[in-house]
Nanobody
Framework: QVQLVESGGGLVQAGGSLRLACVESGRHVMGWFRQAVGKEREFVSAISRSGSTTDYADSVKGRFTISRDNAKKTVYLQMDSLKPEDAAIYYC???????????????????WGQGTQVTVSS
């Protein structure tokens, strides 16, 4: 059973930064997703097990950076230049251990964290 523990959410002014962290119990392909009020959950970013491959949604490209420290079993999502439209609950999720390819599809991720709230004030 994979366990995921997220942290780092909070309230920030537009233009500010936050860093989310997700500690996992192994070393899996990890994705970050978000769900705003009244909207469907959407892909934000993903990273391969080694960290050599990353992917970003167009809406966050150039502002968000995903990285991982495998010694700490932690994946980070650095969020800069935050906008009010970035406000959402952010979830980390991992693919089963047999998969090494990053994916944007929610259905490809089997284990999910509890979510952390990000609020951006204008």
């Amino acid at each position: 059973q994979v366990q995921l523990v997220e942290s780092g959410g909070g309230l920030v002014q537009a233009g500010g930064s936050l860093r989310l962290a997700c500690v996992e119990s192994g070393r899996h392909v990890m994705g970050w997703f978000r769900q705003a009020v009244g909207k469907e959950r959407e892909f934000v970013s993903a990273i391969s097990r080694s960290g050599s491959t990353t992917d970003y949604a167009d809406s966050v490209k150039g502002r968000f950076t995903i990285s991982r420290d495998n010694a700490k079993k932690t994946v980070y999502l650095q969020m800069d230049s935050l906008k009010p439209e970035d406000a959402a609950i952010y979830y980390c999720a991992v693919r089963p251990a047999t998969y090494s390819i990053v994916s944007r599809s929610l259905s490809d991720y089997s284990y999910w964290g509890q979510g952390t709230q990000v609020t951006v004030s204008s």
